[in-house]
Structures are given as C-alpha cells and as structure tokens.
C-alpha cells in the first residue's frame, strides 16, 4: 500500500511558466514533508521541507503547500527554468522518525527552453 | 568539503557471490541510512543507523546486512539470499533531530547477472 503517491509520472512546462508538482499522501500520522530534487546517476538533494503546523513554506522559486484536510501537498517552482529538468520525489515523515522516511515514486519535470 | 562518498559508482558481480558497498561520511552525523532505487519506484529503506553499533531493518532488508562500527562508516553487503539485487543504492545520513533533511551520496549502481 503506497502511502505517498505522486499519480502524474511526468510534466512538461515552458522555460519562465509555473511548475506544479503534486503529491497526495493516506497516513495522517505524518507530519513532516519534504521535497528532494534527483538527477541521474546521482543522489537526491533536499530541496524545501514543510510541517504540518504550517499551510506553505518559501525559499527562493520554490513553494510547497500543504492542505492537510485533503492529505496533500504541492510544490511550485516560480518561474521554472530548463536546469530544473530533474525527478522530485515527495517524501513524508512522523516528526521524530526519520527512520521512517516515505518517498513517493517520483516526477520527472521537463522544462523546455 | 563535507559530504558523503558512495563507492564504487558502478559494480558488476555474478550471481551468487555476496557484494559490499561502501558509504563514508564526514558531516559528523549521528543517523545513516542505505536506500534502494528501482525504475519507475521510489527510496525503499533496507537499513537504518541512528547511532555506532546499533541498526534497524528498514522495509526491505531481506538479504541484506550492514554494520555500524564508525560514526563516519556504514557498509552494505547485497547477500547471495537477495533474489534482486540489481538496483541503484543510495547511503544518506542525517543529524538524529526527527526533522532534519537527509543528505544523499551519488550512489551505486549495482548490476548482478
């Protein structure tokens, strides 16, 4: 049973236009969200974090909302560019448990030039 | 510079012949962890150290092993027992506070035929 599920594979977006990310999660124990971005052949790097006491969380072109009656997350990249071209994955915890990390299948975003 | 070193990047075995996959780090951290990457999937926890000695099976250790003699070293050993090793392995470490990022190393992609 996926408990963090990212539905859509893939998006494509034109250089400078908003990218939507989405990420739906089923265990309402969790707490805790991350973003990390991967390119190939090498490891995820953290992108933005949120807590489930918060509705958004900045820094820099990147935004993620929570929307925890709906069990769901999105992260917005403002405006996007080609470099951004990657796979996220949308990962969830229980505070104090990062043991317990939950990482969705992921998204690979294309930005076209 | 701190961070984390997977090596090798690439490691071809035969069937049947137990493997180690090495992760050092030097960001000081208490926590590490060993992922597992398959196509089209998400990270799959195998392992889990959350202090020198000690660690947990994750969801998928089955046959798999680790050890956790150093702060900075935390080796995985692919057992013949492991039905699909084939994978893209992944070592992460964080601090031990519940809600700290995990930082990744560039992986092992490992091929067993």
């Known amino acids: 049973d996926q408990q963090v599920k990212q539905n859509s594979p893939s998006l494509s977006v034109q250089e400078g236009r908003i990218s939507i990310l989405n990420c739906d999660y089923t265990?309402?124990?969790?707490?805790?969200f991350l973003w990390y971005k991967k390119y190939p052949a090498e490891g995820p790097t953290f992108l933005i974090s949120?807590?489930?006491?918060?509705d958004k969380n900045e820094d820099g072109r990147f935004t993620v909302f929570l929307n925890k009656s709906a069990k769901h997350l999105s992260l917005h990249i403002v405006p996007s560019q080609p470099g951004d071209s990657a796979v996220y994955f949308c990962?969830?915890?229980?505070?104090?448990?990062?043991?317990?990390?939950?990482f969705g299948k992921g998204i690979t975003l294309s930005v076209r030039p | 510079d701190g961070g984390i070193t997977q090596s090798p990047k690439y490691l071809f075995r035969k069937e049947g012949q137990n493997v180690t996959l090495s992760c050092e780090q030097n960001?000081?951290?208490?926590?590490m962890y060993w992922y597992r990457q398959d196509p089209g999937q998400g990270l799959r926890l195998i392992y889990y150290?959350?202090?020198?000695?000690?660690?947990q099976k994750g969801d998928i250790a089955e046959g798999y092993s680790v050890s956790r003699e150093k702060k900075e070293s935390f080796p995985l050993t692919v057992t013949s027992a492991q039905k699909n090793p084939t994978a893209f392995y992944l070592c992460?470490?964080?601090?031990?506070?519940?809600?700290?990022?995990?930082?990744f190393g560039n992986g092992t992609r490992l091929t067993v035929t």
């Open positions: 992460a470490s964080s601090i031990a506070r519940g809600d700290s990022p995990l930082h």
């Open positions: 990962a969830a915890s229980e505070t104090g448990a990062n043991s317990k990390l939950t």
């Open positions: 960001l000081n951290h208490d926590a």
């Open positions: 265990n309402s124990m969790f707490d805790y």
């Open positions: 949120i807590s489930s006491i918060k």
């Open positions: 150290s959350q202090i020198v000695n000690d660690f």
